[in-house]
């Protein structure tokens, strides 16, 4: 038993297990989901996912689905603004499969999710739901360099005031690309997150390579939430910090009478779009391309910060006739500039891949509003 866990027996029939698992943007949370959901899938659970989102057009569910996982989506705010939202979910999944667990994924901007989500879904719900302890991923470069251990781009002081409020609420932060660093590099920060953030229990694992998985799905599946007063939050600067991110949620109509080489197209789109955003920071640039009358089988690709290269994490082995494009982008950066980023890339590829045609069927930019939970509360049930 860990001093954030209280002994809780398995999942019973009576009380589905509610998992959260926050961090920040591109901390690898939708990759961390799929595999938790797959290893509960494998021991005869039923599974239910909730991906949220401030705009609409998710990238995370259309990868989860095309994985096989029933999943609901909740645009247009975050979930502690759109509480009911995330139980008429709930509910819809549980009409549709009866989940034994549900794994929801927030915002990757949002923080307070004790006081707005877990502690009023006990306090509500709470003959129906068992509330495991709250995992807040991080990326292992993009946390050096917030704690001082690595140089580096960074964020301004008022967004890194959520990332580190973030860390502040977690029962276990869960370091999530522990492949990227060496030894002694993950030595040092596990060690720094330990005392500065001395509630939370401190994880390594590498999602990617399946590895150290255990003892944190573990955790998960058979402890509970502890009970302990929420953390103050300052929603004013909450607020002026999501007001500078820029997010961008686009689709785009893709055809070619030949086929083209999908790796080749989302490589050089998030390169054009990197290029077109280059000095604002980035905090997650996502896309999906799904062939049209496929059998859901999708690519994707990934860039998790400015200075980095954008990563191919799903592939099509054929050449692709048509299909749609979902692109999601968040960066410390104007909504215009993003917007402008992406027409100019998105216009650019018919020159670049002869014979192809890009029509943008949907954008939406914006910075998120100020933070309104439905329903705060500050003392668990």
Not at 367 to 378: E, F, I, S
Request: with cysteine; charged share 20%.
């Amino acid at each position: 038993m860990t001093p954030n866990s209280e002994p809780l027996s398995p999942i019973s029939a009576r009380q589905a297990r509610y998992i959260m698992l926050g961090g920040f943007l591109g901390a690898g949370k939708t990759t961390a989901v799929a595999a938790l959901a797959q290893h509960l899938t494998a021991k005869g659970l039923r599974v239910g996912l909730i991906t949220n989102d401030q705009g609409s057009e998710l990238v995370d569910t259309a990868m989860l689905r095309a994985r096989g996982f029933a999943t609901e989506e909740i645009p247009g705010g975050c979930f502690c603004c759109r509480f009911n939202s995330l139980v008429d979910a709930a509910r819809c999944l549980d009409a549709a499969s009866k989940p034994d667990v549900f794994i929801a994924e927030p915002v990757g901007s949002c923080t307070d999710l004790v006081a707005t989500v877990t502690y009023p879904l006990r306090r509500i719900y709470g003959g129906e739901f068992v509330i495991a302890p709250l995992s807040v991923l991080v990326d292992p470069i993009r946390a050096e360099r917030v704690l001082g251990l690595a140089e580096g781009k960074m964020f301004s002081d008022k967004v890194l005031y959520i990332y580190r409020k973030q860390l502040e609420e977690a029962n276990l932060i869960i370091v999530t690309k522990s492949e990227l660093l060496p030894a002694e590099r993950l030595q040092a920060l596990r060690a720094r997150l330990a005392a500065e953030f001395p509630h939370a229990e401190i994880l390594a694992v590498s999602v990617r390579e399946s590895r150290d998985l255990a003892g944190w799905f573990a955790r998960l599946e058979t402890s509970e939430q502890n009970h302990r007063a929420a953390m103050e939050v300052d929603y004013e600067l909450y607020a002026e910090g999501e007001a500078l991110l820029g997010w961008l949620n686009a689709t785009v109509q893709l055809a070619h009478r030949e086929g083209f080489d999908s790796d080749a197209l989302l490589t050089h789109l998030a390169r054009a779009i990197q290029q077109h955003l280059a000095g604002a920071e980035v905090a997650h640039l996502k896309m999906t391309l799904s062939p049209d009358g496929g059998l859901g089988d999708i690519a994707v690709i990934n860039l998790v910060r400015s200075d980095f290269v954008p990563e191919l994490s799903l592939r099509l082995e054929a050449p692709v006739p048509a299909g749609q494009l979902i692109i999601n982008c968040r960066a410390e950066a104007d909504p215009d500039l993003i917007r402008a980023a992406v027409r100019a890339a998105v216009a650019a590829l018919p020159p670049a891949f002869p014979g192809l045609t890009a029509q943008l069927d949907h954008l939406e930019s914006f910075r998120p509003g100020k933070p309104t939970p439905t329903h705060p509360d500050a003392a668990p049930a």
